[in-house]
């Protein structure tokens, strides 16, 4: 059989079983998510990872190759019969094939989950939605929310909380600076926002004050699923690692009790 | 008539000792370095800016000092002697050594000098290879236990990253191995500036240290970026950061600087610009990336001195805390290419030897590099889609897409050299496949975080460490060690043991993948970067990644020790026992001769393998000489 | 690239001519790479200052400079012109007249430092200080290049083989004297 038949055939068993496994485990490629945002990510890497297989299966097969069909015999020590420095149609295809593979990433996913990401900030987008100012700090968490006037969240033993209605857009307003020594402008560094079952995440920088809009989907909290955690992902200084919070989404009846109680206990 | 015999550089044995030397120089070089740091910091520290309380060191006193040490030390290895008084007008008294002291000393010959920035880096590799085990020691849990405190685990990974970026990554593939080779493949006895190149070696040792005892100064934590505004209230360990690789960057400035003009100006007689050999375009290539970018990092880390020891609010809150940032990753981004652009270039210089087939589109190989090159200024944003405004998002993921198309025609070439060859299986081109499979994982990861909304989840988390271990292991580390390899015969007249290789590569090649194949995966399941803690769930992963990242350490140390035997001990074997046509293997590698009795003129194509013509012919000897 | 394949054929890679291209070509990329900071800081300064310019800043004193330094700059440029007659006292004249001037503008610089007027933790103040000291570098640098080229010219004398190296040194501080000019503008007046 003709090397390049032999060769043809392989690519595209191997690349149809990789296809395959995509679509059993391409959607699971981010373990676990809880956010519509989250759902934009898996899509893209699904998409991204849909196309890049079978120029994987290239690539990976002529390695194997050279170690197999074109494996030089022991002894031979002339030189391959086969000497071509070009070929037209091959490096057409392969310089055609790069660029049209790069442009239709450009445009999708890139440009087009990156517009709907865009999206999210314009205000006709965000009539409903609950605002939680987020304050970091080395190396501390602080969450406000603002439209309930309720302050420094916590849970029952005293650290800082994050509770979200679950299917209500939130809006984060994050901010770097130390509520104790506001007058330091030198001691504000940068952090980032991550929560990793959202699938995003904003770096906090000093003397700015960015969004980020998240839309949770599934109940859950950090005790029985870590991956729903507030974690700083930008180093920080040696409480880099410690600089996390809980958090839990709930139910909207459940969340407006725990508002209620935030509340109570600020009071009292 | 016999050329490259400078005086003052010429070739140890040809002339009597007359001179012997009062101590040795590297001898000298500490004392004048250590005396002129304690002057210098004395001067600075009671005299002009005395601090209250009087502490002998301070900050601005040990960065002066420092810079005093630096000078000392230089001069006091050679520079002195060698180079300074003739730059001056005055009579040297230098007289080169012979036999292994050249090694310890400054000196002008290009063969030399090579092996000393090969042997600097291989310790740099090393001391930060041990940082990483230890780093892969304390994740082995997820509480503290092997470091008392994060801060030491932190500069733990500043310093691993560190010294692997500006000792090994920068240094191997250009200072180490384009000294050595750059002058014989291009039928030159020297490099251009050898004054310049037998100073700037000696940089590197001096980084490498500062680097690694920084913690003195206290314990930093920034990373390998060492990022401001973080650095300002980081101890004052970041100082021998900047420090340290200031010094390194110097002396890959100066590495570049020869090479550029060695490639353009020294080439042999009918070396023209389409027969220049892939190495040495590789060479150039990143030589004006770094006359570029590295002092453009120069400048940026005195500004981070600045901001610390005058104290200045460039990078505060009240300031434009992401300047540093930007600056940074204005030279980080061509530094990952600086790394890198070299390793393909060897792809290319390897591959049609082992396959005994005409090198495939070199054109396009060639185009590649430079379109790299030019590319690589434009997309450093891509470090920074967490922190960004979001209408600049677009542009910088069009370039950094974009440039996957130049990089691939590494592929293109490779393969179309690979196809239909007559393969020869052995380490070097063993490794060269590893690499080339490793890197089309670290390139293709490298698509998914140049995707805005993918980039916003695993950036900052162990899927990027995984990412940039398989280009930069994966890709330079690989193809370094299959150079070493496929010029041992070169370097030492000798030759190493294939099966010792083989099992060497596959070693490494298992190992390396069951690491950082499984970072990716800590990092999609919501591992972040530097943390020495982490939550539980998170731990079996760890511990049994740790253990792999052991064996790929044990690994790289077999593979040295193994190159380190067969250049001590291996079979002596013939001058060019791969057949390859390029002239390094015509040239004598005998440190007291010149590489070239009389200059080769090249005549022909390295890379055809269609005849057995000449490729480049030696006037002097007797009519023509056959490669 | 098809015009370097058609320079004339290298014939011997350590001719004279060859060596004195790799050593011009050298030196350009040297100097090339000797702008990239001063690039830098220019961003730098309309980064964190835009074109404000403070009005504490000595005026007086930063137009001496670049007068000093514009008149060092002219004996630079004359004594290249005069290199190739390699009259050893006449060129060791101009190396002097150089030096002379160049370290009157080096200590001014230093003066600008210690006796500044603006306010260190301001960023205009930042910025010039930053410059001015970083420029005071260059000069120091500068300057002990151009004594090596005057002790070279006066205990060997020129030669083929040292001409250009030692007339770069005035090369060298005329981009210095440029540099200068361009970040007076640029800290003073714009
Ligand atoms: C022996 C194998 C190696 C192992 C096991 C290893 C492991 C690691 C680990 C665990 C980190 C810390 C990641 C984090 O928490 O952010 C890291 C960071 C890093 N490594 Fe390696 N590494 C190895 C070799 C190398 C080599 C050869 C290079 C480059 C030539 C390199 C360059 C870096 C850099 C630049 C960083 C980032 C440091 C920072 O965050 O500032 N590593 N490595
Ligand atoms: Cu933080
Ligand atoms: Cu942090």
Redesign the pocket.
Known sequence: MPDFLLFFILWVVFSALGEWAVNIWGSHVYYFIASTQAVDGVNATDFILRVLIPLFVFVMLMLIFAMTKFRRKEGDTSSSAHQFKTNKVYITTWITITVIVNFMFLLHPTASATEAMFNQYLPQNNKNVLIVDVVARQWQWYFNYPQYGVQNTVDTNGNAFLELPVNRKVEFVLRSYDPNHTYDTQVDVIHSFWIPAFGMKEDIIPGETRTMYITPTVMTNTTSNPMLRVQCAEVCGPGHPYMEANASVVSSNSFNQWIAQQKKNQNS | MSIGTEPGIGYGTEKPLVLKKSMPPIMKGIIWGGVGFLLANGIVSLLLDPQPGHPFITEPSVTVGWVVLMIGWVLGVGAWEGAVKPAFGRTSNWVAAVGWRRFFEYSTDHKVIGIQYLVSSAGG?FI??LA??M??LQ?MSDRMWLFPYPGQYLTT??I???I??FS??TVALVGGLGNYLIPMMIGSNSSAFPRMSGISVWLVPLGIFTVAFSPLLGYWTT???GYEPLAQQDPSGILFYYLGVFALTLSSLLVALNLTATIVFKRAPGLTWKRLPMFAWGIITVSLLNIIWLPEIEITFLLGILSRIVPFPFFTATGSPLTYLELFWLFGHPEVYI?VVPALALWQEILPVMTRKSLFAREFGVIGLIFVMMLSGLVWAHHMFTNMRNSEILPFSFFTEMISIPTAFSYLVAIGTIWRGKFRINAPSLLILMSMFNFMIGGMTGVFLADPVINLQVHDT?FV?GH??YT??GG??FSWIAAMYYWLPKFSGRMYNEKAGIIGAIWIFIAFNM?FGQFFLLGLHGMN???PVYPSYLQPMNFETSIF?FL??LG?LFHLIHIWWAMKAGPKTEKNPWKSKTLEWMSSRNLAQPNFNELPEVVGNFYAYENDEPVAVIPGEGGVEIV | MSEMQNAPTLQNNDLPDLKLRASRGGFTLLVASQAVPIIVLINLRYVMAASYVSSHVDQLTGALISLVMIASGLVAWLALMNVKQRNRSQLNRYFWITMVLGAIAAVMALYQLWFHGVNSVGHYGETYLTITGVLAGYMVIGLVALYSGKSRNWRVGLNDDNEFSVGSTFKYWIFIVLAWLIMYLDLYLF
């Open positions: 590799f930060a290879g990483a085990m780093m892969r994740l990974v500043g691993h990253g560190t692997m970026m090994v990554g990373g390998w970026r790394v162990f460490v940039f271990h930069i292991i330079m580390v690491t970067r530097w943390v990242a790929l350490g790289f």
